[in-house]
Nanobody, 127 residues
Framework: QVQLVESGGGSVQAGGSLRLSCAAS??????????MGWFRQAPGKEREAVAC????????IYADSVKGRFTISQDKAKNTLYLEMNSLKPEDTATYYC??????????????????WGQGTQVTVSS
């Protein structure tokens, strides 16, 4: 059974940094390539994609709103996904979710239709 557990959320002031982690278990993460991603949902808003990665070749895709500020990365040996967030803004405040999916995407990495989800970690950025 696939399990994704996020950590690293917290409260920071605008301009600060946080690193989120997502520990994955229940599948052969080390030997099978997957798509993994970070998504977020603010109160009263729909969930949106932040960044996604293909574990096979490390290719990534980012939302325009976080390009240049956030970095998604992976450590396959530790079965862990990361999201380094710098220059945080109040509008980054949300619950951040980790997700995974192994269905092949011929057009390359994307942030569409992910099957497995973590429970989320809260990020609050104050001005």
């Amino acid at each position: 059974q696939v399990q994704l557990v996020e950590s690293g959320g917290g409260s920071v002031q605008a301009g600060g940094s946080l690193r989120l982690s997502c520990a994955a278990s229940g599948f052969a993460y080390t030997y099978i390539n997957y798509y993994m991603g970070w998504f977020r949902q603010a109160p009263g808003k729909e969930r949106e994609a932040v960044a996604c990665i293909y574990t096979g070749d490390g290719s990534t895709i980012y939302a325009d709103s976080v390009k240049g500020r956030f970095t998604i990365s992976q450590d396959k040996a530790k079965n862990t996904l990361y999201l380094e967030m710098n220059s945080l803004k109040p509008e980054d405040t949300a619950t951040y979710y980790c997700a995974a999916d192994w269905r092949w995407r011929p057009s390359g990495v994307d942030c569409h239709v992910y099957e497995h989800w973590g429970q989320g970690t809260q990020v609050t950025v104050s001005s």
